[in-house]
């Protein structure tokens, strides 16, 4: 907790030394202090679940992660739990720099299905055997460190449904605090689950809940606010201010819809004016067809292509021209140079160019976190640039834009999206756009319907009616409405509906395990696993793969399986006649596994620089390279 406490002091003093940026400092300040005050009084109430509501910039996780620390008892565990694994390599840089920490140790371990998950023993213990690292391993899984950075999936999963290795870290679960960080994004589906799951939680296993955002759900019943007074943090954010678009209030209109040539026309006729902007989308379709015609209208510099030549620009520093591949202790060391791909960009830019950024989850996660890192420091040093992303950086990105576009989507999305704009008072007001994308070419609903008004309620319907409700349609809407008035409206429509499968909680009732083990978070779906290798020392780690599997040295093939994970990309398949289903058949196997593998891609029609993996029609080099 001193460690921590001591951090946050300094981050303070290393702030820019302006007004504005003092009483933000000093507001932040005011919350963390008036949350260790309501952790107080919590503790004494004798409650077991717990809200944390402060706009987005005000520092939840450090705040949240205070006051977890706080109420957890001598010797007792902190969970902290997030939906996206997107959010996770951020929230997890900034927590390895807190604690000086690799997220291997006992202090913290970083659990997900894309990380190395291991808690290492003590040095003087380690003999480096694959015993000890199986052990390792063990631990890990176990939770066994004082803070576990992990998902939703991992979280709830195993508390509703547990294999083998799930149930072990159940015990862990004691006593311990949880924290939820942005509870909102949990499917409603799961939300009567959820609250069954959490007192189960609170009563058998005598575990506290924080459930902490700046849009609370009517997810927890009796839930103790940690905050005092919230709608006063609320009236000093006044950001941004929203224009809804005319297609955004004729929701039912077929007519009404933006499409990609008048939306990238005008993301870059109103950002001339200012030095960066964030659209984002709600599929990897729409926002490939967006991030397409930004390319095609305006002359850009595209980061991925950037990214290409350092990774290769590495490749060739670091193994020489033979490419050795491996480290000395048979790792592969390649990781991007962020640094060099900064300066690469602001060297590529010439007058009238701004840069140009796509992020999704066809992206490596490895190319994903320095893409993200670079744009951050990009928009730091007011280096003109455009992002289009899907919603992976709506929630716990630490990046502030000057104007935000969203594609229509729950007022919830709404207001995190506009949390990347305008984040720390850069300027006086920053704008949020809400408009409403056509479909994509060979689709035929909007991206708004297909995930939103796809199952349940139809929480696009229930924003319609919201922004009906605040007058969005009078002229420009401002950040206190949206944030407070706009979000409470919405919610108590959710309520109505009372939200949640009553299934789920009868299963649980019933303790039909068979039902509850199948149950996903993230849809049950079939996925491909694509190892994508795009330097020299990657290809060596999947020759070692291959190795490993052809000796039958499984606990050496799990091991490199692990270092792979964060050049994995994951494609579902929804139809085994679908174009991601003909992708994965017409690539490499990795193989008797399932894995399968893409090399040196840009030799093929399967990658894309900028978008990354490609589900197109495959081509005849896709066939033989």
């Excluded at 380690?126 to 939703?152: H, I, K, P, Q, Y």
């Excluded at 002359?299 to 670091?318: C, I, K, P, Q, W």
């Amino acid at each position: 907790m001193r460690v921590l406490s001591e951090y946050i002091d300094d981050l303070g003093g290393n702030s820019p030394n302006d007004s504005q940026t003092e009483a933000l400092n000093q507001l932040r300040e005011e919350a963390r202090k008036g949350v260790f005050a309501g952790v107080e009084t919590f503790r004494d109430s004798e409650g077991s679940t717990a809200t944390l509501t402060l706009p987005t910039g005000m520092g939840k996780t450090l705040t949240g992660l205070s006051a977890a620390l706080e109420l957890r008892d001598d010797g007792g565990r902190v969970i902290y739990a997030l939906p996206f694994t997107s959010v996770i390599d951020q929230v997890a840089n900034e927590l390895t720099e807190v604690f000086d920490s690799d997220g291997r140790g006992d202090l913290l371990t970083i659990h997900h299905h894309l990380a190395e998950t291991v808690t290492e023993l003590d040095e003087d213990e380690n003999e480096g055997t694959d015993e000890d690292a199986r052990l390792a391993e063990m631990v890990a899984e176990s939770w066994r460190s004082g803070l576990t950075l992990t998902t939703f999936v991992q979280l709830f999963e195993s508390l509703v449904g547990p294999g083998n290795t799930q149930s072990m870290k159940l015990p862990a679960l004691y006593g311990s605090v949880i924290v939820l960080d942005e509870p909102q994004a949990l499917p409603m589906k799961w939300w009567k689950l959820v609250r069954r799951i959490t007192t189960i939680l609170t009563e058998e296993y005598d575990a506290t809940v924080v459930a902490m955002t700046a849009t609370q759900p009517a997810l927890f019943d009796n839930a103790f606010e940690l905050v005092d007074d919230v709608d006063r943090y609320f009236d000093h954010f006044e950001r941004v201010e929203y224009e809804v678009h005319d297609s955004a209030l004729a929701f039912d209109d077929t007519d009404a819809p933006v499409d990609y040539e008048v939306a990238g026309s005008t993301i870059l006729d109103e950002t001339g004016r200012v030095d960066s902007a964030l659209a984002i989308c709600n599929t990897i379709d729409s926002a490939a067809a967006l991030t397409d015609t930004i390319e095609e209208q305006e002359a850009v510099v595209d980061v991925g292509h950037l990214l290409t030549e350092t990774l290769e620009a590495r490749s060739v520093e670091s193994y020489g021209v033979a490419g050795e591949g491996l480290g000395d202790d048979g790792t592969a060391e390649d990781r991007v140079d962020v640094d060099a791909l900064v300066d690469r960009v602001e060297s590529a830019l010439g007058p009238n160019e701004r840069a140009l950024v796509h992020l999704s989850t066809r992206l490596r996660p490895r190319d994903r976190l320095a893409l993200i890192e670079a744009t951050k420091r990009l928009t730091e040093r007011s280096v003109p640039l455009i992002a289009v992303s899907t919603q992976l950086i709506e929630a716990g990105v630490d990046i502030s834009f000057d104007r935000v576009y969203r594609d229509i989507a729950p007022i919830d999305s709404i207001v995190q999206a506009a949390g990347r704009c305008n984040r720390s008072f850069e300027r006086d007001r920053g704008t949020v756009t809400l408009w409403w994308l056509a479909p994509p070419e060979e689709t035929t609903k909007t991206p708004s319907q297909a995930v939103y008004d796809s199952r349940g309620v139809s929480t696009i319907s229930l924003t319609s009616k919201t922004l009906d409700a605040i007058g969005a349609g009078d002229g420009t809407v401002a950040e206190r409405t949206m944030t407070r008035d706009a979000v409470q409206h919405y919610y108590g429509l959710v309520s109505d509906r009372n939200p949640g499968d009553p299934q789920f909680v009868d299963w649980v009732n019933e303790a039909k395990a068979a039902e509850l083990g199948s149950l996903s978070l993230i849809g049950n779906r079939d996925s491909v696993d694509v190892i994508v290798c795009r330097t020299d020392a990657e290809v060596a780690l999947v020759d070692e793969m291959e190795t490993a599997m052809h000796e039958f040295n499984y606990e050496w093939f799990d091991d490199l399986r692990d270092e792979a994970k964060d050049i994995t990309v994951s494609i579902p398949v929804y139809r085994q006649d679908s174009r991601e289903a003909e992708t994965v058949r017409n690539l490499e196997p990795l193989g008797d596994t399932d894995l399968r593998v893409l090399r040196h891609p840009r030799s093929t029609s399967h990658f894309d620089e900028t978008k990354g993996l490609a589900v197109n029609d495959p081509g005849v080099d896709d066939r033989f390279l």
